[in-house]
């Protein structure tokens, strides 16, 4: 409760001006949005660049803070904000890069019960990928649970699963195709 | 790790004294004042319809202008509480624009139901739509170049929103202004494309709100 106050405090004393307080509370609101981002991202990197900007947006939005209010619920919902714009700019550039599978139908090889990949293979790269995708892919694919049941054993939200399994699926692709 | 406090040391380079932002409702009573002034001004000009005292004798008449007006309002207040990215923390009063819409098909229902014989329908038919949105041009201009200078973090519903205030301003002003009582005819020229402009609104809201 003291901490929330001085940050209310630290925002009024922001906008007038004063630029140690505001370095603080941009330190402060980072340590609280930091976690926030981190349980619905997948990658450390995607973190930080939401991270920087929710900042910048609190930066521009800072006169919407009048500082008789509490401040975390306003931080919040800029950070909230600012991540679903990235997945929803994620989701619409997976669908801008989204193959067409009729296009690709007459590229397919014919044959189709010998494969340069099995099982093997498929598992050797999967335990190569880091833990959290590793782990998404085994309980998905090995174990049969769905992307829900994935998200509550792991504490993430069923969209992380899917965006992080998306990627480790390309991943994997990659270093199949190797 | 570097990044992040490279970014925190030119932001806080940025920082000058800011004025904070009014007060959501002194926001609201600004937009409601504007667009007053506006349709007062408008009547003025077209002037009143010449059975308005008979009119207003007319239950749900009166009803029904009095759903517009506080449409309107209600709007006016929800628009300004949507510039704001935590709605002022007033999020039941930024989504009361659903109860009043819920209101207003209501009092439309009963009207329609009390309009018995219906009354004739007039000659004209999309004119109506046409100049109601004339005259929301003004007002939803005003309002979206006010909300601009915030940060809406709900800028489809904010879009529709806009959208739906400055048409109830169109749409009081052609009440008051022309004499037809039938109620056919103002649901389907006047007020379906006053909820179909709030539709449009919810894409207009995302191009010009985003920031």
């Known amino acids: 409760m003291e901490k929330n106050a001085g940050l209310e405090v630290l925002m009024r004393q922001s906008l007038e001006g004063d630029k140690r307080a505001y370095t603080e509370l941009l330190r402060e609101t980072a340590r609280l949005i930091r976690p926030f981002l981190a349980k619905r991202l997948s990658f450390e990197s995607e973190v930080e660049d939401v991270l920087q900007e929710v900042l910048i947006s609190i930066h521009k939005a800072r006169h919407t803070y009048d500082g008789n209010r509490p401040y975390k619920p306003w931080a919040f919902a800029i950070a909230k904000f600012r991540l679903q714009d990235n997945l929803r700019m994620h989701y619409a550039d997976q669908l801008r890069h989204a193959e067409d599978f009729s296009e690709q139908e007459n590229n397919l090889h014919m044959d189709v019960t010998e494969s340069a990949f099995n099982y093997e293979s498929i598992s050797r790269v999967v335990h190569q990928l880091p833990e959290k995708p590793a782990a998404i892919l085994r309980l998905m694919h090995q174990e049969g649970y769905t992307a829900k049941e994935v998200a509550e054993k792991l504490g993430m939200t069923e969209s992380a699963v899917k965006v992080a399994a998306h990627r480790a699926y390309k991943i994997l692709r990659k270093k199949l195709e190797q | ?211």
């Open chain 2, 1 to 211: 790790m570097e990044d992040f406090e490279i970014l925190v040391a030119k932001l806080a380079n940025d920082a000058v004294t800011v004025s904070p932002a009014p007060h959501p409702y002194l926001l609201a009573l600004k937009l409601i004042t504007a667009a007053a002034i506006y349709l007062v001004l408008s009547l003025a000009i077209s002037g009143l319809r010449p059975d308005l005292a008979q009119a207003l004798q007319q239950p749900w008449f009166v009803a029904e202008i009095i759903a517009l007006l506080l449409t309107f309002i209600v709007t006016s207040f929800s628009a300004a509480l949507l510039a704001f990215p935590d709605l002022y923390q007033k999020r039941g009063l930024a989504f009361a624009p659903l109860w009043m819409f819920a209101m207003f098909l209501l009092v439309m229902l009963f009207a329609w139901h009390a309009d018995s014989p219906p009354a004739p329908l007039p000659a004209h038919s999309y004119q109506c739509t046409i100049c109601i949105t004339l005259l929301a041009m003004l007002p939803a201009m005003w309002t979206f170049y006010t909300l601009r200078k915030y940060a809406s973090t709900h800028y489809h519903w904010a879009g529709s929103i806009v959208l739906i205030s400055a048409f109830s301003v169109g749409a009081l002003w052609l009440r008051l202004h022309e004499v037809n009582d039938s109620i056919t005819h103002v649901i389907e020229w006047h007020y379906l494309p006053m909820f179909a402009a709030g539709i449009l609104g919810l894409w207009l809201g995302k191009i010009i709100l985003r920031w």
